[in-house]
């Protein structure tokens, strides 16, 4: 002790830092309890918020796999009292919508991100907040856009609901795109820029290259966004018992099978209405993991 | 008279160590050991990134960390206040005594530690929506503190120390970024030296300044030299000549793990390295 040397006046920091430690120690078995009550509290909010999802999930699961016969994937819908009918129709139908939306919606969304990603300005602005405004219009009002823009013309058809599901897609399309593409550091631009090329070469030759991960994920979550909507389907494709791939006829799709079948007193509709629901599931959540997946395998490519 | 005064402040030592305050550290004078480092090695997910350092942490010193990127220096540092518990796939082996307490024991609280080993990183972070005098007060507050006389005296003391005090005195409400980025630096070092920890950890701290802001807090880390003892990580070797008492000097090794190639008096390191590596990177011969 002798070998301390203290500084001989008094010392205020040394008088602090033991008040401060001793009101911390003092506190500190106060403040682990509320930690931990607050750890408590989040996995409580987690499960009552996961619960339903696993819920949702398991009960549709054990109700729709009695429905999956072979018959149920190659079979038409067809009315009570007729034996051994399918969803193939529909499948069809929601395979055939879904492609001619997320043709038109993923390359048009795309580029309207890029643009907004690129250009600053009023016009970006008012663009943006379209889109945001249009996630949140109800579907039914899409669907009613729909069937007043082109069925009150030119009748139900796959198409008409291919637009109607398109205009779902597109705002998420563009938030996407742009986030993807604001995520590319702007270092890469100016490299490529440093080295001469045109705003033009530098954007398809470095900058979609490395949002590609972004881009890809986000089409297929607007697409498993999309192939879910009923309201849009419903004023617009109109529905059909009979198998049709053509485009500007009515078609049958998933999610209209489900909505129609599911009220039917009829035990066996009901029963395809179960089965198209896990169909319609299982292909969103393949889509949704797919999409999680790909993007993961995309970015260690990279690294 | 003098012999009395030093009975007394030896008592208040005492006392300490018998609040567990853990030992408090003289003020000045001889070499003594606040942290001892005993063979420390840090692994993220498996693979180490520094290996088996062992040296010791002289008070109211300044030992800075220097080696090429990749030597593990910011690892090494935060593993003296426990931040690695933060990142899952991090291990950190060996010991690291603060005082005579293995700060890794399980009887350690690192909250608590982290009030005792302070840090300041490599840009300033000031916490926004804070006002200056929040922010200089926040480690206090966090820890539960409430009283308004400790939260203005240690608020005032912090930042007369960070040489920020005259500038900011009347605009304590202000937000802190309204500051320059040297002044927010200063901001932070004021905000860890509020809690007055005993050790100050300084991972780059000028690396983001001008070179008038890294020349005021250079000044400044010497005269804090009274209040904590400093260990600092840079990149800058002159920097670590003008500021450090004591130097590790830290290298990749073939397995790609930091490893210490030396350590000591800073002046000695700089001019009679026993070590040839270490004398090529003082000398800017590679790194």
């Known amino acids: 002790m002798s070998a301390m040397t203290l500084d001989p006046l008094s010392d205020p920091i040394l008088e602090r830092r033991q008040k401060i430690q001793e009101i911390a120690q003092a506190s500190v078995g106060r403040r682990k ?29 054990a109700k729709g796999i009695a429905a999956w016969t072979p ?9 009570e009292g007729i034996p051994n009918g399918g969803v193939w129709n529909a499948i069809v139908g929601t395979f055939v919508i879904g492609l001619i939306a997320t043709l038109v919606t993923v390359p048009l969304g795309l580029l309207v991100g890029l643009g907004l990603a690129q250009f600053e300005g009023k016009l970006a602005g008012v663009v943006r907040f379209a889109a945001d405004v249009m996630t949140g219009v109800p579907s039914i009002l899409i669907g009613i856009f729909g069937y007043i823009a082109l069925v009150t013309r030119f009748g139900y058809s796959g198409l008409a609901g291919a637009f109607a599901i398109g205009l779902i897609m597109l ?8 986030t993807a593409i604001r995520g590319v550091p702007p270092q890469l631009q100016e490299a490529g820029i440093a080295l001469g090329a045109r705003k033009f070469i530098v954007t398809r030759r470095v900058v979609l290259p490395a949002a590609l991960p972004g881009i890809i994920t986000g089409s297929l979550l607007a697409v498993a966004r999309g192939i879910g909507e009923t309201a849009p389907l419903l004023l617009t494709i109109f529905g059909t018992q009979f198998f049709n791939s053509n485009p500007t006829k009515p078609m049958e799709a998933l999610p209209l099978v489900i909505y129609n079948y599911s009220s039917q007193p009829y035990s066996d509709l009901v029963q395809i209405a179960w089965g198209a629901a896990l169909l319609l599931m299982m292909a969103v959540l393949v889509l949704n993991i797919g999409s999680r997946v790909l993007a993961g395998f995309l970015q260690r490519e990279r690294q | 008279m003098t012999e009395q005064l030093i009975s007394t402040t030896a008592e208040v030592i005492e006392d300490d160590v018998d609040l567990r305050q853990g030992t408090i550290a003289p003020r000045s004078g001889t070499q003594t050991p606040v942290m001892r480092l005993d063979d420390v090695s840090v692994a993220f997910g498996g693979r180490l990134a520094v290996k088996n350092v062992s040296f010791d942490v002289y008070a109211h010193e300044v030992t800075s960390l220097i080696g090429p990127s990749g030597s593990g220096k910011t690892t090494l540092l935060r593993a003296l206040n426990r931040m690695h518990d933060t990142v899952r796939s991090a291990e950190v082996f060996g ?30 972070n000031p916490f926004p929506g804070m006002s200056i005098y929040e922010n200089a007060v926040a480690g206090l507050r966090f820890n539960g503190v409430r009283k308004k ?5 240690a ?13 900011v005195r009347d605009r304590l409400k202000n937000h802190a970024s309204s500051l320059s980025g040297g002044e927010q630096q200063r901001l932070c070092i004021a905000r860890a030296l509020a809690v007055e920890p005993e050790v100050l950890l300084m991972d780059e701290p000028t690396s ?9 807090i250079e000044e400044l880390i010497t005269e804090l030299k009274d209040r904590v003892t400093i260990v600092i990580v840079t990149h800058n070797m002159q920097q670590a000549r003008r500021v450090s008492d004591q130097c590790a000097f830290l290298l990749m090794d073939d397995d790609r793990a930091g490893k210490l190639i030396e350590f000591g008096p800073t002046e000695k390191l700089f001019t009679d390295a026993k070590d040839p590596r270490t004398l090529d990177y003082v000398n800017g011969l590679f790194g």
């Open chain 1, 71 to 79: 018959d149920f994937f190659t079979q038409v819908t067809k009315p």
């Open chain 2, 208 to 216: 983001a300044l001008d070179p008038m802001a890294t020349l005021r």
């Open chain 2, 95 to 124: 010991t690291v005594l603060l005082g005579d307490t293995d700060i890794y024991a399980r009887s350690m609280d690192p909250t608590l530690l982290r009030t005792r080993v302070g840090m300041v990183f490599q840009r300033p």
């Open chain 2, 149 to 153: 006389a400790l939260l203005d005296e």
């Open chain 1, 33 to 61: 309890a509320y930690s931990k009550i607050f750890i408590v509290v989040c996995w409580v909010f987690l499960a009552l918020a996961v619960v339903p999802l696993i819920a949702v999930i398991v009960y549709t699961f």
């Open chain 1, 171 to 178: 705002p998420i399309m563009i938030r996407a795109g742009e």
């Open chain 2, 155 to 167: 608020a005032e003391s912090s930042l007369v120390a960070a040489a920020l005090w005259d500038s």
